[in-house]
């Protein structure tokens, strides 16, 4: 089937630019020793995680029960919910996943850890545990220092579980501009002291798990960081473009749509919140649902469900109905979410057809 005979709107992979992007951070963690675990969030397809294991991963990440049952199948040797687990049933699942896998938690609270030790010993199964810091998002995770060295020991004595390291997210750090390269280097601080601190009390991590897209490129400046969870990488978007981890020719994945109407100045295309999701680009105050590839100068501003409104006035291109535009999404992992089918292209040719298996897989 050729690009033209797809039905819109899909969300359209350039293969060549995905194993790119996977090739060149596999090579880059290789070059310097890093462990890579991709975050699965971003593109929630087994076939994909099998392609990352392939490539040199380590395993795979995923934030839900629901999420490790589906992963599982892509082979992946070693799975981390990165995601406290609270609740029976996510429990019995996750057990169920650890009879096929060696499985890994991060947690950051003994509420946590003692149910899913209680779990484990049921299921007679052992759950390798990273606790969670908090190093600057404000969201999971216990603070650094007496903390963290508090919950280790506890996590330490609890049967059926094995404590491997620590887990960060430093989602608070966007791009490598000047104030986040200074919240980097207070990361790097960060990073050492707890280590160090550990290893003196006599818990040497044997995973120090961190890393994100934004700041990829910088993961091996980072002392003691020794496995990176990226997860938009494989595909990219206009926020990885704002933070200064990739360009534009890096970015894998787009979205085409079809116009369904025009009127002077503007026209609509056949995507609104259900096709890209409502999630604006991170950190900026612009209104802007997406770019436009075929003219870029436009303005996506506005969406219904199904609708997405681009004003044309600052661009000379100019559209009819009928005519498909390939939208930039801000946010890829978000849109992943929201269709059932992905669609692989490679010289104007669709060659795959994916399931996003992993789609709405909230539990
Ligand atoms: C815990 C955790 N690890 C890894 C990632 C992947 O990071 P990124 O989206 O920057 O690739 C995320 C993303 O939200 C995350 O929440």
Redesign the pocket.
Known sequence: MRLTDLDTPAIVIDLDIMERNLRSVADYTRTHRLRLR??T??HKIPALGRRQIELGAVGL?V?KSTEAEVMVSSGTPDLLI??PVIGRQKLERLCRVAQETQLTV?LDSLSAARPLSDAARGAQVEIGILA?VDVGLG??GVQPGEELLALVQSIAKLPHLKWRGI???P?HIKDTAAHGLEELEKLRHTVSQMVEQLTAAGFHPEIV????????WHSHTIPYLNEI?????IFNDRN?IL?GACSLAHCAATILTTVVSTAPGRMIIDGGSKTFSSDRLAGSSEITFGEIREAPEASFHKMNEEHGYIDLHNTTAQFSVGDRVHVLPNHI?VAMNLHETVYGIRDGEVVETWRVEGRGKLQ
């Open positions: 991709p975050h969030k971003t990440a934030a990165a995601y991060s969670e969201r999971v887990a960060f997210y989602g798990s961190g890393g994100s897209t934004p700041l990829l969870r990226p997860g938009t990488y990885t933070s992992c």
